[in-house]
């Protein structure tokens, strides 16, 4: 926690290790200008396709290619429509088939600028196309800085349920700069640091109790900033190099994202009403509620993280999401269709505290389901 | 080779030694029957989506589906349109939704029960649906039993090319049912003992010459067949052991294949006019004369390998491929656009002689169109 107390402003490097897959994330300002000096330095002779989406292009994308020229990199961008809808087969056929029109070669880079949905779509195509080209992420939502850029899940959505279809990818190379984030809306940037205070909530009460005196540094940008992003990228590095492909201890990353997957649902990923990481903010509120119901927290920690959460400007009750209209029964078949269900029992991410989180691999939907019922009545009074 | 001199009746197993994704292929007759009892040895209290094409289904579908009914195994058959049209985008997506639909979880199984197309397809599916599930192959053509059911490699085609897109994912148990081989036609069955033959050329000379004294044994049916598969899995094993992802000694097994895969896109995957098995033959036969004409190897041996399979009903020749109409320019596209391609150099497998295969990396293009010429020029006169 030694580097929490003194950030600095100078560029920093989390190593994710996996063996023969373990690879760099950088983390500082003018990362897009340096892109292609950096690729270029670690992956000599590739040729690229940027993936990327309208609004992330319209700011971004003419510094990537201009960086990409001028590093003597051949690349050729995509635009895809911004939002989660992108994550279907349609853009997943598309991007694939642009990818083998610009006759890239297992060798060469699918390059995903913009957030976690570009992210999710680009390595998912990269895991496909020839059986696996290399990847490299330059996150530009804080979400995908601090999540998606680690672990190497890549995918799409089903019609039947979010991320279902896809393949473990690692990138080769992870540039997040923390200078694109200025650009990005304030509700875009807290549902983000929605999974920054998750990682606390996790396992690291330290990293919490920092969160708490740093938020508006963080959000205000400097070195705060970098620093948050960078210990997030070790927590879940931590994480995912003890277990790559998710059996055990990398279920604590689930925490709030059970009932947070089944509000998306819920609202058919409609991003007026509900983004992820807001999803994931009202899901840990839950998930500390309902520990505190079964006896496993005390109440002044589930409020100590509420309170931090609405800080923060994120929504902590299912009533905060505009529209209304969530019935037990759909918020039920929801988590009951999330890929943490394992024949009939219901694995949650529960908690004993700040920064106490455990995963509690037999829960009882009946319990579950008067939970969820009492939160809604307490709603609607 | 001694087993290979005692061909016995009963069920062979091989093993493939990929660590913990190690599997057995085990060979005989009546393997569709017993099913049912291998799975719910191997893979206790699996729930399973039967994927197969309309041809299987009609002849083989019914069995299966009692075998893993007797054996307790919750079972939902998928019934695609056969051929290798079915290996595209759509019915990837519509098998995808339809294992979710299904409600099947990570350690549940997709079965293949079909030829390489149906296990290609199926494979794919199993490597994706929540980014991976369990897949258990039942192969039923030749090919599919002595090629794609060792390797892991699974995908579909582009409209730009074949095999363009997939993943590697190992299967958990593979069941080659010999009997079942009584239902294809010759054409089919001479086609996959193409890919047999091409194990004895790569690098077992000893097994080709068994094979020119037992290819009439293999056909008939009897030991002789299974022994034929059961040797094939284990070559194929052997190189796949030693280079699972397919950067070194794995390229030998495409003896045959740039040529090949270059005819059956010539022939927009025309069945009626080459199925993979034919292009096969006919590129190694190429392979073989092109390598003679660089000096590699001496005409005696080129025609032994083409006499074996003219023998077994082959093609060896582009003439000989109905329609005819073969641009060389076209067949150069076809190669250029073919996974092996690299930074415009063109990688081939040559040979020295009848299992003396060995990977060219630096072939001159020039020299295979001049090749392609004449042999098309030949075929003219
Ligand atoms: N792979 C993983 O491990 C992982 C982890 C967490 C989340 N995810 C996925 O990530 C997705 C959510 O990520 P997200 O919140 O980044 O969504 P997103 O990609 O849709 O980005 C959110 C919005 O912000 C815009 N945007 C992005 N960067 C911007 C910038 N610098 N300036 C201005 N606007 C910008 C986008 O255009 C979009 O409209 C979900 O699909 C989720 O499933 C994946
Ligand atoms: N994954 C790999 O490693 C690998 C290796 C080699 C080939 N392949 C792929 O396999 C495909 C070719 O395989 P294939 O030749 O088995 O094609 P296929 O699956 O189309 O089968 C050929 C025909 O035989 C029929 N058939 C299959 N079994 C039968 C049976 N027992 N009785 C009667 N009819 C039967 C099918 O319905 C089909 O019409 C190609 O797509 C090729 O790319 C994959
Ligand atoms: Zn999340
Ligand atoms: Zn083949």
Chains 1, 2 share one sequence.
């Not at 875009?188 to 999974?195: P, S, T, V």
């Not at 994120?314 to 943490?340: S, Y």
Request: glycine share 12%; net charge negative; hydrophobic share 45%.
């Amino acid at each position: 926690m030694t580097a929490l107390l003194e950030p600095t402003t100078a560029r920093q490097t989390v190593r994710v290790d996996l063996g023969e897959r373990s690879y760099d994330i950088l983390i500082g300002p003018g990362l897009v200008a340096a892109a292609g000096a950096e690729i270029a330095r670690r992956l000599p002779g590739i040729r690229a396709m940027v993936v990327t989406d309208a609004t992330v292009a319209d700011l971004h994308l003419a510094a990537l290619m201009t960086s990409l020229a001028s590093a003597g990199i051949d690349a050729t961008p995509l635009v895809l429509p911004a939002g989660e809808k992108t994550k279907s087969f349609e853009r997943l056929e598309e991007t694939v088939e642009a990818v083998i029109a610009a006759r890239l070669e297992r060798g060469d880079a699918v390059i995903a600028l913009g957030g976690g949905v570009i992210g999710d779509l680009s390595g998912f195509v990269a895991g496909i196309v020839r059986r696996g080209m290399r990847f490299v992420q330059i996150p530009t939502s804080l979400l995908a800085q601090v999540d998606s850029s680690v672990g190497g899940k890549t995918g799409i959505n089903s019609p039947q349920g979010k991320n279902l279809v896809g393949v473990f990818h690692q990138p080769a190379l992870v540039l997040a700069d923390t200078g694109v984030l200025d650009t990005l809306s304030r509700r875009e940037f807290a549902a983000g640091y929605a999974e920054v205070v998750k990682y606390g909530l996790i396992d690291r009460p330290d990293f919490f109790a920092w969160l708490e005196r740093h938020r508006e540094a963080i959000f205000a940008g400097g070195p705060e900033r970098a620093e948050a992003i960078a210990e997030s990228c070790r927590a879940k590095a931590a994480v995912v190099a003890a277990d790559e492909r998710e059996d055990g201890a990398r279920a604590l990353l689930n925490l709030g994202h059970t009932f947070g997957h089944a509000l998306e649902a819920a609202c058919h990923y409609d991003s007026d009403r509900l983004v992820h990481g807001e999803g994931v903010a009202i899901g840990m509120a839950l998930a500390h509620r309902f520990s505190v119901r079964l006896g496993l927290c005390n109440g002044q920690d589930a409020v100590r993280a509420e309170r931090h959460l609405e800080a923060a400007g994120l929504p902590t009750r299912i009533d905060q999401i505009p529209g209304g209209g969530f019935p037990v029964a759909e918020l039920m078949r929801g988590i009951g269709q999330d890929k943490k269900v394992s024949r009939g029992r219901l694995t949650f991410i529960l908690t004993r505290g700040i920064g106490a989180a455990f995963v509690a691999r037999d829960v009882d939907p009946a319990a579950v389901e008067a939970f969820l019922a009492d939160e809604l009545a307490h709603a609607a009074a």
